[in-house]
């Protein structure tokens, strides 16, 4: 075919956008259409996204989209993981609850004293994060939501219900709710016998469906709103972590990638699940991907810890630039204060700067002093997290790892990008900034006949029309204090 256009709606923990993408066998164009913050807000009782904002502004990106590009063939939508709403029929039962939340922690104890640990990640090889799906829904369990629950979707399938009338749950994203069985190849189903020991009803759950399958055409009312008649949804790789991961250029089979923005997700792509013992003490989980794939990775805490430093910051109304401030860490002298940026305090919202303080005394480390030191220990303490998180995958996993693919917001921040390179001492590669739009277009566009081939022709095809950014290690004397374990 000579090609064509699809619309990706990407929404990040941060912000969402929606991108216009043109396909064709030796083409990938994207630009945004628009581009709108994803904030959280606090109400009564808990942590909440403001969907419905979220929603409106997919809709008018996607009314841009067409304008602009009549020939639309079709639209997919990925996002964050794991969050969901319950519905009562076709009504959502309030707003899905936020990750951040901190209502779940009760839901790791009563799963894992339903199912021990060892046997979940056996079945499920999910690191434990105590925001996985399976975790809230023990928490929806003992506050009686569930009972009156007759359904859920997952935050991109929610959205996908509104625009089409259809439920389904795509396999990328439903990996993480912790109730697929066996993840990886193209046949990982529910988890029934889990789902009934959690007490858990089967019927909550849609049908799985996998990436590159149409869903359906937009309902009447909005296509009428939208202008796009024959603008159908194809399902992507939902969870933006699956389709980031479609858009890493890498070129050989010796690359591990880090997916860099309100997280940093570090790791390989493999053909089968690492379920070992040592795997599950290290924390290492297996995401289901595009194709079958599986996504052999840690969540590690990521420039999370820079955005709500600044969100406290601007909060005490001090406007803050932030290539301003990453400039000013850049430029400080050495050695920088190094602490552990998976401690679980730095998990929830609040304020971050005064915790890493606490951090710091409690471990007997100098506390960053000023505004930049911290931004300079933050940065060089994710960039040592990479380095020993990459480490622990080629001794989990086998996988020799020789380049490192750095891609996400995070790719734009050139401290970040050395720093990763110097700790790991191996050479990184940044870009594309929107590897996750990417993955999402290319997904459809594939689907729609505008591109063919494997992962890792597509792969190319992103190479080629986003050639990454070359950091060599240099070395620059580090002194590693850098004593923190696993
Ligand atoms: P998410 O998908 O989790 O919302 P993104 O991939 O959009 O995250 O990345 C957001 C992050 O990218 C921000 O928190 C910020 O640290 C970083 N970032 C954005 N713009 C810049 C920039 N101009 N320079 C350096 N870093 C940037
Ligand atoms: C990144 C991400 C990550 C999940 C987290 C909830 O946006 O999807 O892969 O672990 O959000």
């Not at 020939?71 to 309030?94: N, P, T």
């Not at 790892?401 to 996400?408: N, P, Q, W």
């Amino acid at each position: 075919g000579a090609g064509g256009t699809v619309a990706a709606v990407d929404l990040g923990a941060s912000s969402g956008r929606v991108m216009l993408g043109h396909v064709g066998p030796n083409r990938l164009d994207l630009h945004s259409v628009a581009r709108f913050p994803n904030n959280p807000v606090r109400t009564i009782d808990g942590l909440h996204w403001n969907i419905l904002e979220l929603y409106r502004n997919s809709l008018a990106g996607l009314r841009a989209a067409a304008r602009e590009a009549p020939e639309l063939a079709s639209v997919g939508i990925d996002s964050w993981a794991v969050d969901y709403a319950l519905l009562r029929g076709d009504r959502m039962l309030g707003a899905p609850f936020h990750y951040r939340d901190d209502r779940t922690a009760a839901g790791v104890e009563a799963t894992h004293a339903l199912v021990p640990p060892a046997e979940l990640y056996g079945r499920n090889g999910l690191q434990v994060l105590p925001f996985n799906t399976l975790y809230q829904l023990a928490a929806d369990r003992a506050s009686g939501d569930l009972a009156v629950a007759d359904g859920l979707l997952l935050i991109p399938d929610l959205l996908g219900f509104w625009l089409t009338g259809r439920r389904v749950a795509e396999r990328s994203n439903a990996s993480t709710t912790g109730l697929l069985r066996a993840v990886g190849g193209t046949a990982a189903e529910w988890d029934t016998e889990l789902m009934h020991r959690l007490g858990l009803p089967r019927t909550l759950f849609p049908d799985l469906v996998a990436a590159g399958e149409a869903i359906g055409p937009l309902l009447p009312s909005v296509a009428a709103d939208v202008g796009g008649s024959r603008l159908e949804l194809v399902a992507v790789g939902s969870h933006d972590t699956a389709s980031a991961v479609v858009g890493v250029p890498m070129l050989t089979d010796d690359c591990a990638y880090i997916s860099s923005g309100t997280w940093s997700l570090v790791g390989v792509e493999l053909p089968a699940p690492v379920l070992s013992e040592a795997s599950r003490a290290a924390n290492f989980t297996n995401e289901g991907g595009v194709d079958g794939r599986v996504r052999y990775l840690r969540n590690v805490m990521g420039l999370w810890l820079l955005s709500e430093s600044i969100r406290t910051w601007e909060r005490d109304g001090d406007p803050v630039e932030l290539p301003a401030l990453l400039a000013q860490a850049a430029a400080l002298p050495g050695p920088t204060t190094l602490f552990d940026v998976d401690d679980p305090r730095f998990l929830a919202p609040g304020h971050l700067p005064d915790r890493i303080d606490g951090y710091c005394r409690e471990h007997s480390i100098r506390p960053p002093g000023s505004r930049a030191e911290l931004v300079r220990s933050i940065v060089e303490s994710l960039a040592a997290a990479h380095a020993r998180t990459l480490r622990t995958i080629t001794e989990l996993s086998g996988q020799p790892v020789r380049t490192v693919h750095l891609v996400g917001g995070g790719s734009q921040n050139e401290l970040l990008c050395q720093l990763t390179a110097d700790y790991t001492g191996l050479p990184v590669l940044a870009g594309p900034v929107e590897a996750t739009a990417i993955g999402n277009v290319l997904v459809q566009a594939r689907a729609q006949g505008f591109a063919t081939g494997s992962l890792e022709s597509l792969r190319a095809l992103v190479h080629q029309a986003h050639p990454p950014r070359v950091y060599s290690p240099t070395p620059r004397g580090l002194v590693v204090h850098d004593n923190i374990s696993d």
